[in-house]
C-alpha cells in the first residue's frame, strides 16, 4: 500500500473512532424561580433571540425543539406529561420527515384536557405511544433519545428533572442536561426498550 495512502487512511480511521465512539458532550441547563428578565419578557415576540438570561426557558425549549428538528432517524421519548405547544409541534414535524417516534407517558398524565390534545395529535400523525404506571408507581422518566438506535451513530440523550410542560418551563425549578455519549445512551436505550417491552402493545 502508498505511503501516503496508509497515513490517510489513519487519520480517517481516528476521526471515525472519535465521532463515533469516544466523542463526549455534555451541557447543563436549569429553569429557575428568579428569573426576572424572563418575567419581563414573557409575552414578548422572539423572547428566546433577546433574552440575554442565562436561565431563560424559552432559550431551553428552543433547544429542545431545534434537537428534535434536526433527528434523523429516531426518537424515543419517555416522558412523564407532555403537553408544550412548541416541543409537539417539533415531534409533529419530526412525522412528517418520517421519523419513527416512540413515545411513553404516564396514564395519569392523560387525564387532562391539554395532555389529551396533544395526545390526541401525535396518535393521528403516527406516534407509536405506550402508557405505563399504576396508581402508586408513576412512569416518572423525562428523557428523550435523539437518534441513539442506530451502532454507527453518537446520539443526543435530554434527561433531567423538566416535563415538556407550561408548568415545566415556567413555573419550576428544574435541570436538563444534554448528552452525546456512546455508553450512556445505549444505557438509556436499554431502559427505554425495557420499558417499552413490557407494555403490550401501542394505544
Ligand atoms: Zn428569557
Redesign the pocket.
Known amino acids: 500500500m502508498d505511503g501516503t495512502l496508509a497515513v490517510f487512511l489513519a487519520i480517517a480511521f481516528v476521526f471515525w473512532f472519535y465521532e463515533n465512539v469516544l466523542k463526549t458532550r455534555i451541557e447543563v441547563c436549569f429553569v429557575t424561580m428568579d ?1 426576572t ?2 418575567s419581563n ?1 414573557n409575552n414578548a415576540r422572539n ?2 433571540t433577546r ?1 440575554e ?1 442565562k436561565y ?4 431551553l425549549m428552543s433547544k429542545i425543539a431545534k434537537v428534535i428538528d434536526l433527528a434523523q432517524h429516531s426518537i424515543d421519548i419517555a416522558m412523564y406529561n407532555l403537553t408544550n405547544h412548541k416541543i409537539v409541534g417539533s415531534i409533529l414535524g419530526a412525522r412528517k420527515r418520517n421519523i419513527d417516534v416512540r413515545l411513553i407517558m404516564d396514564r395519569s398524565a392523560l387525564e387532562g384536557l391539554d395532555n389529551h390534545t396533544a395526545f390526541i395529535s401525535l396518535k393521528t400523525a403516527g406516534v407509536h405511544i405506550k402508557i405505563a404506571g399504576e396508581e402508586k408507581k408513576l412512569m416518572h422518566h423525562k428523557f428523550c433519545l435523539i437518534d441513539t438506535n442506530r451502532w454507527i451513530n453518537v446520539g443526543m440523550i435530554i434527561s433531567g428533572s423538566l416535563n415538556w410542560t407550561y408548568g415545566g418551563f415556567n413555573q419550576n425549578c428544574e435541570n436538563v442536561t444534554f448528552i452525546e455519549n456512546r455508553f450512556t445512551q445505549n444505557e438509556y436505550n436499554e431502559t427505554f426498550n425495557h420499558i417499552w417491552s413490557k407494555i403490550a402493545k401501542p394505544i
Open positions: 428569573n428578565t424572563c419578557l423572547h428566546g433574552c438570561s431563560c426557558p424559552e432559550k
